[in-house]
């Protein structure tokens, strides 16, 4: 029997992530192995994919990983270094029972964690919390002996997938477009990609190179767009593409050096989407802008808030059988024509289509959208054990007050409260120690009075700066 003891702190909603050799070892990756395998022997299961990022202690974790699940009896499929999507599409083409892939996503260099599928749905949560509990119990290893381990690169198949969502780009001509690989998992694939693509493409930073020597690898924070803005510039491109760490956020700058936020992303590959689809359902994240989920609307779509989370996105996508969701944070989920994961490398495919398809350019879009005063994702530094009292707190204050012109409270993930002025949002940080807040206002002067009307809420329900 093996038993094994996880820092409480790895174990996050989403996710298994932490910092090498402090909160995160070998041996975690070997028990996290051994306790997937155990889970899925118990689903009758065998087959697992793994894959793993750039990162330089991604070998080491695939090497324990691998003997974990070899050791717990099941036959593993390894493709590699790939972007978090290619594991994902591997899980689907090899009907795999689960997928790992070893990632720290856009965390700095030091971090690395692992991202799971379970029967092609997200392993998270509750699943996370029962794979710590059952090592803590103790595992006994596979009756029926040690499983297998081959590597095998998909990476042609991934692409030939990628051209065929695409179909005929040849309205596209022949513009110049950036992309912007960080460094990151993404950046072969991109090469290879860009290659096979009309246009002119200009590939930046496509050499993996873990320690993410040019900018850290998070596409949709303003302060790592400044290389990726000027080469749209200096290349006259129409369309700057970024992408984080492993390959499933993307975060895009305009023509005209705009940064367009994930929300309004969706709201443009909304378009191509209910023309084959009229009438459908369009998720998005409570954090997304009014003006995305107007635009849906106006489009005869139906715009749906949804809980923040790629997790928790790709199971409401399955529930409704949406064709597409989005979150602000880049998360695009695709179910038209594909699997409804969420891949930043398959986005950037779509907006390259539809752009072919209809003549119009997403600087062109943002041009004809209404001025956003909204303001950035507000993080709020808040202790564990008080955060999601808190949320409740406000939202029970908020539900009780409709003489204040409040029009809607939505509460599926903490408290979003719409009201004459605009729409303000409080909720919980599933991933650390902080409060996650928003506001938009018809105008500047509304803005304002909602953000600091948040800001009271919060004192009144008992939060303090930190000092």
Not at 202 to 220: A, E, Q, T
Not at 338 to 367: C, H, N, P
Not at 399 to 408: E, F, K, L, N, V
């Amino acid at each position: 029997m093996i038993t094994h003891y996880f820092d409480p702190t790895i174990l996050r909603a989403y996710d298994i992530r932490g910092i090498l050799d402090e909160t995160l070892t070998a041996a975690d990756a070997y028990a996290i192995g051994v306790g997937f395998a155990d889970i899925i022997r118990i689903k009758s299961g065998r087959k697992i994919v793994i894959g793993r990022d750039g990162r330089l202690s991604s070998p080491m974790l695939a090497e324990h990983l691998g003997e974990g699940l070899v050791a717990g009896g099941m036959d593993v499929i390894d493709i590699g270094v790939a972007p978090t999507p290619m594991l994902y599409f591997a899980d689907r083409i090899f009907q795999a029972d689960g997928a790992i892939q070893i990632t720290g996503s856009h965390n700095p260099a030091n971090y690395n964690g692992f991202k799971m599928v379970i029967g092609h749905l997200p392993f998270y949560d509750a699943d996370i919390a029962q794979l710590g509990q059952k090592m803590a119990q103790g595992v006994e290893l596979a009756a029926t002996g040690k499983g297998s381990l081959k590597q095998i690169d998909i990476s042609d198949q991934y692409i030939t997938a990628l051209k065929t969502y695409a179909s005929d780009l040849s309205g596209l001509g022949q513009p110049a477009v950036v992309w912007d690989c960080g460094n990151g998992a993404t950046g072969p694939v991109v090469d290879m990609l860009t290659a096979e693509l009309p246009g002119q493409h200009k590939v930046l930073f496509s050499d993996i190179d873990g320690l993410f020597p040019n900018h850290h690898p998070d596409p949709v924070d303003p302060a790592t767009l400044h290389l990726l803005r000027q080469a749209v510039t200096d290349h006259d491109a129409i369309i700057g593409i970024g992408f984080d760490g492993d390959g499933d956020r993307i975060g895009l700058i305009d023509g005209k050096g705009r940064q367009v936020a994930g929300d309004v992303l969706t709201a443009y590959l909304a378009e191509g989407v209910l023309r084959q689809h009229p009438g459908a359902k369009i998720i998005f994240d409570v954090k997304s802008s009014s003006v995305a989920l107007d635009y849906v609307r106006s489009l005869g779509g139906q715009p749906e808030l949804w809980k923040t989370g790629h997790s928790h996105m790709k199971m409401r996508l399955k529930e409704t059988a949406a064709p597409l969701a989005g979150e602000m944070s880049g998360h695009l989920f695709m179910a038209n024509d594909w699997y409804g994961f969420d891949d930043a490398l398959l986005a950037a495919v779509a907006v390259l289509k539809e752009m072919a398809q209809t003549g119009r350019d997403i600087t062109s879009f943002v041009d004809r959208l209404p001025p956003v005063f909204a303001t950035a994702e507000l993080r709020i530094a808040c202790q564990e054990t008080e955060k999601f009292a808190l949320v409740e707190a406000v939202a029970k204050a908020a539900r009780s007050d409709p003489d204040h012109g409040t029009r809607d409270v939505n509460d599926i993930d903490g408290i979003r409260v719409t009201t004459e002025q605009g729409w303000w949002l409080i909720r919980a940080s599933n991933t650390g120690a902080e409060l996650v807040a928003r506001a938009e206002g018809h105008d500047k002067s509304a803005l304002d009075m909602l953000e600091a009307n948040l800001y009271q809420r919060l004192r009144s329900a008992g939060w303090k700066p930190a000092t």
